[in-house]
């Protein structure tokens, strides 16, 4: 079985270290994602995507990311399921980052988990 997405867009929010409960640190990166065809007013809507970035992957692209660079996720959907307060059960997904390009000229790193 294949796990697998690619992705190419815009940094629209930056990303912040946190601590998980067992001490690992990771971040959430937003990333903008312009759809590939216009709507009914010749526009192109954009998708929001979290990104998860874990570990050393997460605290390099916090130091050196900014808002509008244009990066290049490579990475791979992981679900999970939650009890809302409800008590209905819930499935969630993440992307999860396993590559990060910055396609920017004023950046040329690749980063690998």
Known sequence: MLN???????????PAIRESANG?????????LDRPFK???GIY???YITIVLWKGIAETVTDICQIDDIIGVKGRIQSYSYEGKDGQ????YDIIAEKISFLNKNHTETLNS
Not at 8 to 13: A, D, L
Not at 24 to 32: D, F, G, I, R, S
Request: charged share 25%; proline share 0%; net charge neutral.
């Open 89 to 92: 059960m819930y499935r969630s």
């Open 24 to 32: 690992n640190k990771y971040a959430n990166l937003l990333l903008e």
């Open 45 to 47: 809507e954009q998708d």
């Open 4 to 14: 697998q997405i690619v992705l190419v867009g815009r940094v629209k929010e930056l």
């Open 39 to 41: 709507n009914s007013n």
